[in-house]
Structure formats: structure tokens, C-alpha cells
């Protein structure tokens, strides 16, 4: 599986921004997809997740409330929506793909895309 992370862009704090992740490949509706992300100096840490068919969602404390996350299996997308964004919001965010399931551990995941950097302004 092989991805692609967009979307990202400089919004103001309150803001709002939608990323999407593309996926290639026919097994997309098989993973577990999830959202990390990594601002500068800092460790990746996970931000959201989604099972295979997209009736089970997980997501870090710090973003619960702000933060969708959904997935089309038909487009092989998987959609991350941010709205309330806050300066503590900025990263460059990646998505990745889990075979056997839609934990929470960097280690759990075997795909990764490039990731797609997202700076929010106070």
C-alpha cells in the first residue's frame, strides 16, 4: 500500500482544514488507518484512527471533540477534518495503515505516507 497525505496548509487558530490520504492499491478496505503527527522537536504521537470499515473510531484526548476522522473505502481515501485548530495543532501529520487493526503505536502501523505539514497562527 502506498500513500499519500495532502490538505495541509497555514489556517488561523479557531480555523478549520480537512486532510485527505489517498491510498494506492485494491486491499485499502482491509486496514486500519490512522493520523499521527510530529511537531518540531517533538516525538510522533497519534492523533486519530479508524477501523477497516469505518464504524469504529479512536482518538487521542487531545484532539477529541476538534477532530474527524472518516474513510471512503470506494475512493480509498482516508479523511482527517480539524476544526477548533490551536497553535499546539501545528505538525507535519502523516497517515499510515494497519493490517490488523487501528491501534494507537507507531509500531502497529506498516505504512506510512510523506506527511502534509499544518501550521496554525494565534
Known amino acids: 500500500v502506498q500513500l499519500q497525505a495532502f490538505g495541509g496548509g497555514l489556517v488561523q487558530a479557531g480555523g478549520s482544514l480537512r486532510l485527505s490520504c489517498a491510498a494506492s492499491?485494491?486491499?485499502?478496505?482491509?486496514?486500519?488507518m490512522g493520523w499521527f503527527r510530529q511537531a518540531p522537536g517533538k516525538e510522533r504521537e497519534f492523533v486519530a484512527a479508524?477501523?477497516?470499515?469505518?464504524?469504529?473510531?479512536y482518538y487521542a484526548d487531545s484532539v477529541k471533540g476538534r477532530f474527524t476522522i472518516s474513510r471512503d473505502n470506494a475512493k480509498n481515501t482516508v479523511y482527517l477534518q480539524m476544526n477548533s485548530l490551536k497553535p499546539e495543532d501545528t505538525a507535519v501529520y502523516y497517515c499510515?495503515?494497519?493490517?490488523?487493526?487501528?491501534?494507537?503505536?507507531?509500531?502497529?502501523?506498516?505504512?506510512w505516507g510523506q506527511g502534509t505539514l499544518v501550521t496554525v497562527s494565534s
Open positions: 499510515a495503515a494497519d493490517l490488523y487493526g487501528y491501534g494507537d503505536l507507531i509500531h502497529e502501523y506498516d505504512y
Open positions: 492499491g485494491r486491499t485499502f478496505s482491509r486496514y486500519g
Open positions: 479508524i477501523n477497516f470499515s469505518g464504524s469504529i473510531t
